[in-house]
């Protein structure tokens, strides 16, 4: 290893090892041992520790011998000639001393020993200039060093982080040690990157134009959650974004990283960045600086002429190539350049997406709960690292700036000039707009510093063909003061994108990412006139289910709180029939979680069906609104939305309980609010119109299980709706009105036919000549509670007579009761029928009916068959009978349900029980307490406190408690105590307690005063719709024992008969009109189908004159199948009974049918439906109107605070 220079051996002297740049000992983390250098040991060990050796000195040859084996030294000046064997020894000590230690190094350093030994390069700054400018004395001084890192906190308060790096950094390892770590920046990837680019002094802008572009970068930055990139230092355009961003975004939400050359800065701030020791080893806590306090008078030399750091940055990086002054500017040029091609390649923004998903499914398997699904922008339809866009925008700027444009041109980068800023920027966009043609009048007039005046066009690196390309390149988009910026910048994007499709050197996945990104900074930015041309390329690269489907996500995802309207505006005009048929399993999550009413189960998809997929997944607003307005039935939809958020919001609060979910759920609820609000405001606007709110609230919707408006918000339980006046007006007739419903209300002719009169007048109507028959006077829902009440009190009476007086007659009566109940349980089996679902079913009316029934009918039976045989006794079943009574009488209390005065009573009665139980749980802790304490000293033996027991403290609320056969024999004490708490006990009983329970009832009769109306509405309706449903005969119990039976079993289907295999059977009868009816029919035989067409009705006529009978034939035949089909009948009195006879002369008997009742499904004509839709548009702005309002309110009181709070802060 050691041989003489002559040799041919190279020696490891200081300038080889100069040349071959190594880790510096700084670079070695915390905690690890230092190692030295082996070339090093191997001189320390072979050199006297008092002869250090001279390296820079030239050994002389060798002289043979011993000599050979001789390492030659210097000392003195003198050459000596000394034998190794000693330090031959020592030098193999040292290099396996060296092996060693690197092993256990590397052990320490770990994960991180890659990140340490490539380190960036760095060169120190106390290089002079005249050293870096010489590559051989550069190649002494370049090493490699870990950057520094660590905060500088301004006089202001203002933090802001900087990293000091090397000018060869590889932009991958400036992400990976600076920009993505946790520890350092850990920055979220960006959307958009703003590069802006302009004049380091010298500018002099507008005060409009400036406060203008300011406000404009910060709002596109803001709703797109980019970057904005600058130069960094406190002069021209990177001090006006500077403080642009820190005036409207004072909580740096967008982060703004100034990248600025080290030596360019004043030597005091120079120094005081050095002075941060922090590396990567030390990045516990980051090391904060002080800003130097720089005063012009005490700056001299070039410091003069230098710049420090923008105190309204959030990130600065400080590019350090060895320079200083002057010559130090444009160093970092290269690295900022690196750095913003390699965030728009995408990958780090696809690293950063892997890393948080691994995060969220490590989080969400440690919880109970799962967490929220995070949709992101490559969530759906995209594969593989997505481009993220970068625009540059010019502020001014000199001759320097034509270089950086013409390098972002030649990557594609699209160019913003901004008119008015000044200098370079007025010169292209004078050119661009034409106002100027000559090159070197356009410089002299806008080029007006001393050096550009000198410098000329031609002196631009590239003469004037370069500025011409510059001026003719699509890339470079001009903005104005008159011009949004965020419309500017969307315009510079998407001709970008359009000459990249146009070159067809792009992948199609690749031109369909970029053109979504387009359209997410056009939703992002309310651009909404670019929205249409965007998303007819993106149909045009993806088809359009694809595009549907990712455009659904993303409005349930980021673009939940952007104004996506316009664009589903015109998705809905351009393509409605395919937005229609899309089917929610293509989305995730698949289907609806909303269920309280089944939509059309024969489809999977539709506008309702996405309607309300949209309004579960939070989508905005004014997409909600955009597919409302295209629904067959908006208020249904309404109502279905207004349901569908509170469940939503409901949802929230169980699940939740922070302050973003109670922000949240109140935010659901006032949306709930709203859609319900629409639904009134729409049938309101009716009333002004053409066409009768009235029918249309019983118009069915077959989308929405065929649930007409009455039904459908009692169902969704939309209280506000149901208490409006036209809601209780439809009310009032159909609790007037005979079924089927839907004939006699609207027959206009027959308005007599809504039975309005008192309950006394209907014995003299009966015996008016023009009335309807008994069976329809017996359908009206209001005849039928009256005859059905009645009912139910008669058997109370029964009831009540048999378990008290019957003796004579129990066996008699017994038996009537048993049919009695059978009846009624038959009608409860058939309304559960009718609800589907025994939740749907289950109510406190239909409870009580369930536990009187089974218990009557259980006794009844345990009577007849188990009491003869001694398994029961007669007195138990006697007992059960008369516990019985109490549930039936309570359920006589739905019949004064129908009155308003009992109504709102009987809310407030049940609103104060609900209050007792609260109270009687404190009255029984408090007399427990007092029983339990007294019981043993008062009753010494075990035998006396059984007898007892605990319960006599309870009746103490209602006056002193008189205790007997208690021990007299107690000290005086003893007595004393026992007699404080009884006093006590009768204390807090009868006066503390008692006051309590009268402040708690009359708080509730005060809080149940203004709401009772409306909830005895409400409930109204439920009994209303009880007794208009096909469930209430029209008989009352026991007297509907047969009706209930057929019902169950099915009733026959009416058969227009020729011949025993020749026969014509009605399938469904369903009115489509006052005077229209819809006949459903299956022939026997494919041959008959022919004598269709020549079906008729006949009725009778009951005019005065003329009782013959009258027919009317089928105005149309519909054939659905070889043997079924659909006959429509006009202008036929459908109060009537009806008779059908199939093939009229054919041979066919008549058959008597009945109209299927509450099946009302005729469509809306085109009339109805294009005043509807102008209801909705006037509808929406009313309310948008509402709510704008609202926020001028909100906006005032929180500028108001904001003046407070400024005023507070500045006397702090």
């Known amino acids: 290893i050691l041989r003489p220079q002559g040799s041919g051996s190279r020696r490891f002297d200081d300038e080889e090892t100069s040349r071959s740049p190594r880790p510096s000992d700084d670079s070695v983390p915390a905690g690890c041992p230092q190692v030295p250098k082996v070339s090093s040991l191997i001189r320390s060990a072979s050199a006297p520790a008092e002869q250090p050796e001279q390296a820079d000195q030239p050994a002389a040859p060798s002289s043979g011998g011993a000599a050979d084996d001789a390492v030659l030294t210097q000392q003195g000046g003198r050459r000596k000639l000394s034998f190794p064997g000693q330090r031959m020894r020592a030098a193999a000590t040292a290099v396996v001393s060296h092996v060693k230690l690197n092993k256990k190094r590397k052990a ?42 660590g905060e500088v906190q301004f006089s202001s308060g203002l933090m802001t982080r900087f990293c000091v790096i090397g000018q060869q950094t590889a932009p991958s390892k400036l992400f990976d040690l600076v920009i993505r770590d946790a520890d350092v920046w850990d920055l979220e990837a960006p959307k958009l990157i703003l590069s802006i680019m302009g004049g380091a002094g010298g500018m002099n802008i507008e005060a409009a134009v400036e406060a203008h572009l300011s406000e404009g970068i910060v709002a596109a930055a803001k709703q797109t959650g980019a970057w904005v990139i600058t130069g960094g230092t406190d002069s021209g355009v990177m001090d006006l974004v500077g403080k642009a961003m820190h005036k409207h975004d004072p909580r740096r939400y967008v982060p703004c990283i100034g990248i600025a050359p080290f030596g360019a800065c004043k030597s005091q701030w120079r120094n005081t960045l050095e002075s941060a020791e922090c590396d990567r080893s030390e990045l516990g806590d980051m090391v904060i600086v002080e800003a130097p306090k720089i005063r012009k008078e005490e700056l001299e030399g070039e410091d003069l002429r230098l710049a420090g750091l923008q105190q309204h940055h959030s990130h600065c990086v400080l590019v350090d190539n060895g320079k200083q002054g002057m010559k130090a500017f444009g160093s970092e040029i290269a690295v900022r350049e690196s750095l913003e091609q390699y965030v728009a390649k995408g990958v780090f923004s696809q690293q950063v997406l892997a890393r948080r998903q691994s995060t969220l499914s490590d989080q969400s398997a440690r919880r109970s709960v799962p967490l929220p699904r995070e949709r992101s922008s490559n969530e759906v339809g995209q594969k593989g690292p997505s481009e993220i866009l970068r625009v540059m925008i010019l502020v001014n700027g000199g001759p320097v700036s034509f270089k950086a444009i013409a390098k972002a041109i030649e990557h594609g980068c699209p160019v913003v000039v901004c008119d008015g800023s000044g200098r370079a920027a007025d010169f292209v966009a004078a050119l661009k707009l034409g106002r100027e043609t000559d090159y070197d009048q356009a410089w002299a007039k806008h080029m007006t510093a001393p050096a550009d005046k000198a410098m000329g066009p031609k002196g631009v690196e590239g003469g004037e063909e370069a500025l011409r390309e510059i001026v003719m390149s699509s890339c470079v988009t001009v903005y104005t003061i008159e011009d949004r910026l965020e419309d500017v910048i969307l315009e510079a994007v998407q001709q970008y994108v359009l000459d990249k499709a146009e070159t067809k050197c792009v992948t199609k996945e690749t031109l369909a990412g970029s053109l979504k990104h387009t359209l997410e900074l056009a939703v992002q930015w309310r651009c909404s006139t670019h929205y249409s041309a965007i998303t007819r390329r993106i149909v045009q690269t993806c088809g359009f289910m694809s595009t549907l ?43 609806l979680n909303w269920n309280k009413i089944t939509l059309a189960k024969e489809e999977s998809g539709s506008l309702a069906h996405l309607f ?112 409006q006046a036209f809601y209780n007006s439809a009310v009032d007739i159909l609790w007037a009105t005979p079924t089927p419903f839907a004939v006699f209300a609207f027959d206009r002719d027959r308005a007599q036919r809504r039975l309005t009169m008192s309950y006394w007048q209907i014995g003299r109507y009966l015996l008016e000549k023009d009335r309807v028959s008994l069976r329809d006077l017996t359908s009206v829902p209001r005849i039928k509670a009256f005859t059905h009440g009645m009912s139910r009190v008669l058997f109370i009476m029964t009831y009540s007579y048999f378990v008290l007086f019957a003796v004579t007659w129990w066996f008699t009566t017994s038996l009537v009761l048993f049919l009695w109940g059978v009846s009624l349980f038959l009608v409860e089996v058939l309304q559960y029928k009718a609800k589907g679902s025994f939740a749907e079913y289950c109510n406190l009316w239909n409870i009580l009916d369930l536990v ?113 056969n208690t021990d007299k024999n107690q000290g005086p004490m003893l ?43 409400f409930n109204r309706v439920d009994a209303v719709l009880e007794f208009s449903s096909p469930e209430a005969h029209s008989l009352p119990p026991p007297l509907d024992l047969w009706v209930s039976v057929q019902a169950l079993w099915g009733s026959s289907v009416p058969v227009s008969r020729k011949s025993d295999d020749k026969y014509c059977s009605l399938t469904k009868v369903v009115p489509v009109g006052p005077h229209e009816v819809e006949v459903f029919f299956e022939v026997s035989h494919h041959s008959e189908m022919q004598y269709a067409s020549e079906s008729t009705l006949t009725w009778v006529r009951d005019d005065a004159d003329d009782f013959s009978d009258n027919k009317m034939e089928a105005a149309e035949c519909i054939e659905s199948g070889e043997l079924a089909g659909k006959l429509l009948f006009k202008d ?58 609202l926020e001028e309110k909100n906006e005032a009181m929180m500028a108001d605070f904001d003046q407070k709070l400024a005023l507070c802060a500045e006397e702090i």
């Not at 939940?560 to 998705?571: A, C, I, R």
């Not at 007699?979 to 329970?997: E, K, P, R």
């Not at 109060?1135 to 299927?1156: Q, V």
């Open 612 to 723: 309300l997929w949209l309004v579960e997944n939070g989508a905005p607003v004014s997409v909600c609104d955009a597919v409302w307005m295209e629904l067959e039935y908006p208020a249904h939809g309404a109502l279905a939305a207004a349901n569908a958020y509170r469940e939503t919001a409901e949802r929230l609060d169980s699940g939740g309980s922070g302050y973003g979910d109670t922000i949240a759920k109140h935010r659901l609820l006032s949306l709930a609010d709203r859609y319900e609000n629409l639904a009134i405001r729409l049938l309101q606007g009716l009333e002004r119109g053409r066409m009768d709110p009235l029918e249309y609230l019983f118009r069915r919707s077959w989308r929405f299980n065929n649930h007409h408006l009455i039904s459908f918000a009692h169902a969704l339980e939309c209280k506000e709706f149901v208490s």
């Open 108 to 149: 320490l350093i770990g994960i991180d020993a890659a990140r340490q030994e490539a380190s960036f390069q760095r060169v120190p700054a106390a290089a002079d200039n005249d050293a870096a400018e010489n590559p051989r004395r550069r190649a002494y001084t370049t090493i490699k060093r870990t950057p520094k890192f």
């Open 975 to 1017: 007595s004393a105590c026992v007699s404080f708490l009884q006093y006590m006990l009768v204390l807090t009983s009868n006066v503390l307690l008692v006051n309590l329970l009268i402040a708690m009832l009359n708080d509730t009769y005060i809080a149940n005063k203004d709401a009772s109306k409306r909830e005895w509405a």
């Open 1132 to 1189: 036929v009195p459908l109060t009537k009974p009806l008779d059908f006879t199939f093939g009229n002369n054919n041979g066919y008997k008549a058959a008597r049918i009945a109209l299927d009742e509450d099946t009302w499904t005729r469509p809306l004509t085109r009339l109805e439906r294009r005043q509807i839709f102008m209801l909705q548009q006037q509808v929406l702005v009313d309310a948008d109107a509402a709510e704008e309002k």
């Open 549 to 591: 489907e990712w455009i659904l996500a993303k409005f349930s995802g980021d673009w939940s709180e952007s104004d996506g309207g316009p664009l589903m505006k015109w998705l809905l005009e351009v393509h409605l029939e395919a937005v229609k048929k899309f089917k929610l399993s293509e989305l995730n999550p698949p289907g």
């Open 852 to 964: 009187l029934l089974f218990t009557l009918l259980g006794a009844l039976l345990s009577s007849w068959f188990l009491a003869p045989l001694g398994l029961v006794q007669y007195d138990a079943i006697h007992a059960a009978h008369a516990l019985n009574l109490l549930p039936c009488y309570v359920r006589l209390l739905q019949i004064f349900e129908l009155s308003e005065y009992f109504g709102t009573l009987l809310f407030t009665v049940f609103g104060m029980a609900q209050d007792t139980s609260h109270f009687l749980v404190l009255l029984g802790i408090i007399s427990m307490g007092f029983s339990c304490s007294l019981t043993p000293i008062l009753y010494p033996s075990a035998s006396d406190r059984y007898s007892r027991g605990v319960s006599w403290g309870f009746w103490a609320i209602f006056g002193e408690v008189e205790l007997e």
